[in-house]
């Protein structure tokens, strides 16, 4: 079974730039989740998708972001303009359900550099 | 607003020398407390899922155990191989998705 995959693995921008991170769930998991990790903090929760639709996105830091999941597979999480303290690493993660009885698959995740 | 304390940040162990990291931590109420593991570059890795207070999993050399308060990841005879961050994670009974983690505890395995 494929993992979850993200890219770009690695993304340095300047401030004001414009990012957009992806990532493919496992193949049939409705379940898709956005972390992020900035320097010296605990990973946090952004948002949760179930198919296409938001369920919660009562992480998500303000109007700059924005996540969207067509067709209810993959997902994008979009930055726009970019600000320094954006800079952190991007984890996605999924699951068939919820509840975590066999945890939560997470990406590798996307490091983004804004300079 | 849950909380995650793990403890100690950083430790370093002899290959085959005992220790565990602690994970403290205050939920209104928990549904379910995850151990995951994280290799540099990497994301985490699901290891375990407890759900109440006694509960106890293994799985190799890990031994996770479970208090109202705490939760213990026990690591026996450890490897360099086990040489990875452990991160700590609740979730809430308001919640059935959403992850509260720790900072982690990066342990470091000598041979």
Known sequence: E?????????????KGQTVTLRCDPI????NLYWYRRVMGKEIKF???????S????????N?????????????TLKVQPAELEDSGVYFCASSPGTGGKRGYTFGSGTRLTVV | EDQVTQSPEALRLQEGESSSLNCSYTVSGLRGLFWYRQDPGKGPEFLFTLYSAG???EKERLKATLTKKESFLH???PKPEDSATYLCA???????????FGKGTLLTVNP
């Not at chain 1, 952004?46 to 296409?52: I, P, T």
């Not at chain 2, 609740?90 to 509260?100: A, E, F, I, P, R």
């Open chain 1, 27 to 30: 193949s049939g998991h409705d």
């Open chain 1, 2 to 14: 494929a993992g979850v995959t993200q890219f770009p693995s690695h993304s340095v921008i300047e």
């Open chain 2, 75 to 77: 690591i026996t005879a």
């Open chain 2, 55 to 57: 509960e106890e999993k």
């Open chain 1, 54 to 61: 938001k369920q919660d996105e009562s992480g998500m830091p």
């Open chain 2, 90 to 100: 609740v979730q809430d009974v308001s919640s059935n998705y959403k992850l509260t």
């Open chain 1, 46 to 52: 952004l948002l949760h998708f179930v198919k296409e």
């Open chain 1, 63 to 75: 109007n700059r972001f924005l996540a969207e999941r067509t067709g209810g597979t993959y997902s």
